[in-house]
């Protein structure tokens, strides 16, 4: 992850377990990524399911991919940021599309 990141992304899909789930040591570093402006977008590995938002997401500043897969979530993801850094309008777009 640091390897990636050392490459000056702008946004980061994490494809997690379950609900998009992400264990503490990943959560810590994806907060600190979010913290510098890289949209951190959490979405699940799972074959069906949502990733629906949890309080800790605003907190994070993270995104949930809502009913795309990490593939489509990060093509939704590429768009909105032609349009916006902003994570609450972004989300927006998830929540919607």
Known sequence: MKDILAG???DFVVAGMGN???FT???KI???VAK???????SS???TGMVTRVPTDDKSGFVASDSLNP???SMLLMLALT???DIKKIQRRFDTY
């Open 36 to 42: 510098k402006g890289i949209v951190v977008m959490r």
């Open 83 to 85: 349009k916006t850094n």
């Open 45 to 47: 590995r799972t074959g």
């Open 8 to 10: 000056n992304p702008v």
């Open 25 to 27: 040591p990943q959560r």
């Open 71 to 73: 593939q489509k979530a």
């Open 30 to 32: 994806l907060e600190k």
């Open 20 to 22: 998009g789930s992400l």
